[in-house]
Nanobody
Framework: QVQLVESGGGSAQAGGSLKLSCSASGYIFSRCGVMMWYRQAPGKERELVSSINNDGTRTYVDSVKGRFTIAQDNAQNTLYLQMNDLKTEDTAVYYC???????????????????????WGQGTQVTVSS
């Protein structure tokens, strides 16, 4: 079964940096063409922060443009989010996500690309103080 595991979160001062990583078992990140980072702050809805396509195309929410960089290492099957010039507003739980669903049939699990569904990791906490 697919498992996504985020790491690299922690505490930082405003203006500092953190680098998040996401690793996977049971899933190759390039399979469905895109990987994403989301975040959820207390009292807020989960927000798409960044995405990266297999062709290298990257997107960022306006609030992090120029500060965050998404990258994918296909050889290591690892997704990264480099976060620079952190602000207190970046405080949130950060999740990596794949556009997949996992179906069980014929006695085994099958991974299906599905852009209407996101598959999440457990998240990693980022706390930024001033």
């Amino acid at each position: 079964q697919v498992q996504l595991v985020e790491s690299g979160g922690g505490s930082a001062q405003a203006g500092g940096s953190l680098k998040l990583s996401c690793s996977a078992s049971g899933y190759i990140f390039s399979r469905c063409g895109v990987m994403m980072w989301y975040r959820q702050a207390p009292g807020k809805e989960r927000e798409l922060v960044s995405s990266i396509n297999n062709d290298g195309t990257r997107t960022y929410v306006d609030s992090v443009k120029g500060r965050f960089t998404i990258a994918q290492d296909n050889a290591q099957n690892t997704l990264y989010l480099q976060m620079n010039d952190l602000k207190t507003e970046d405080t949130a739980v950060y999740y990596c996500a794949a556009p997949i669903r996992v179906a069980f049939y014929s006695g085994r699990y099958h991974v299906v690309c599905d852009d209407s569904r996101n598959y999440w990791g457990q998240g990693t906490q980022v706390t930024v103080s001033s």
